[in-house]
């Protein structure tokens, strides 16, 4: 099989997007919503632009029992939902597609990619997918990196090395290593550097050499996904499932494989030479513009980002970089510089039993 015929992508749809509350909820978070005002929610985005490189038969979502009714509406399309029973981070959930489509298709080559990415440029990211399948093929595990357009703290780095001889990559480089958020001074060094990319957590590799690295690294997590796969396909699915499910290691893919791995020279780099923005949190958000502000706010020596769900006319006055939401039962007001804060609000209301609120 062609690269392009061997792979298949990923797309693990979790979380709460608790930096986005009161718009994001554990019900109905972000990857769910239309945050741009393009007409198509974040998921929906994501699936069209994977479109653009596989068929539909080889996109797989992995999501939680709450929101598979949401996924499968959203998608029509789509024919293979992974639901897993509790949160485990990335790891396990790739690994779990990567165990599944491994036994199913030998040779298969797995990506993946986050259901809450902003990125209006597909062709631009096919291309990107297509190198990072060449590097796969060659046995290296490919990572694509962002292009830095300032020193932001809210992102890990990834640092590049030398180029890599690999058909069909021309511009991929060897990962020197994967850096966690820093501060400001380490960002802005890392900017002028040069060689330092913002970490997109896309990851694409050969299923089999995956669940290698995975074997050697995580043996437990390892062993527990192939027992799962095992099953998949028969009768035993969901028993087998939720017995083992909740022993897995709750482990992200960047720490169970990624970092390790780069040490060893087992990761590869492909830049994304597009425009990217991970709505992370408001003043995420409000930087995209778009439909950051709804139609009906007045400011008054003001600005900022302002929504209501409802149509509620928002005014501000002497307030810059404001924040305000609201939505049918709650309003956040705070600034673009507190935005990361924003999730101990919805952390502080579940301490306080308002589950209806989060």
């Known amino acids: 099989m062609s690269s392009l015929e061997s792979f298949h992508a990923v797309i693990p749809a979790g979380g709460a997007g608790t930096r986005l509350w009161p718009l994001s ?9 239309d945050l741009t005002g393009s007409g198509r929610t974040l998921l929906q985005e994501t699936w069209d632009r994977l479109r653009t490189v596989v068929p539909a038969d080889h996109i797989h979502v992995v999501t939680g029992p709450t929101h598979a009714p949401l996924v499968q509406q959203q998608l029509p399309e789509l024919t293979s939902l992974f639901v897993e029973p509790s949160p485990r981070d990335s790891m396990p959930a790739i690994g779990l597609v990567a165990a599944v489509v491994g036994r199913r298709h030998p040779g298969a ?7 809450d990415h902003v990125i209006a440029d597909a062709a631009g990211f096919g291309a990107a997918v297509r190198e990072s399948v060449a590097v796969a093929e060659s046995g290296l595990i490919a990572t694509v990196g962002i292009e830095p357009r300032s020193p932001s703290t809210a992102f890990g780095y ?23 958020k820093p501060d400001q001074p380490t960002a802005a060094q890392y900017v002028r550097n040069g060689s330092f990319s913002w970490n997109a957590g896309m ?7 995956l669940l290698g690295h995975l074997a050697r690294l995580q043996p437990h997590l390892h062993a527990g996904l192939e027992h799962i796969a095992l099953a998949w396909d028969g009768p035993d699915r969901q028993a087998e499932l939720e017995s083992a499910w909740p022993s897995l290691t709750p482990i992200a893919i960047d720490h169970a494989i990624a970092e390790p791995v780069s040490r060893e020279g087992g990761i590869g780099i492909v830049p994304g030479r597009f425009d990217w923005d991970d709505l992370g949190d408001f003043a995420a958000l409000h930087a995209l513009g778009g439909r950051s502000s709804s139609p009906d706010v007045v400011w008054v020596d003001a600005d900022g980002l302002a ?5 509620t006319t928002i005014a501000v006055v002497g307030i810059h970089d404001a924040v305000v939401v609201h939505t049918g039962d709650a309003v956040l007001v ?25």
């Not at 090395?161 to 290593?177: C, K």
């Not at 929504?307 to 149509?311: F, L, M, S, T």
């Not at 999730?343 to 502080?348: F, N, S, T």
């Open 158 to 180: 990834i640092e590049s090395g030398d180029s890599l001889d690999v058909p069909d990559a021309p511009s991929a480089r060897a990962v020197t290593r994967f850096v966690e």
């Open 203 to 209: 990851f694409v590799a050969r299923a089999d050499m």
């Open 25 to 33: 909820r554990s019900s109905r978070p972000k990857f769910l919503l």
């Open 109 to 115: 080559i797995i990506g993946s990619f986050a259901a």
């Open 307 to 311: 929504r209501a769900e409802d149509g």
């Open 334 to 358: 705070t600034t673009l510089e507190h935005a990361q804060q924003v999730k101990e609000v919805p952390a502080r209301l579940r301490r306080e039993g308002r589950e209806d609120l989060v």
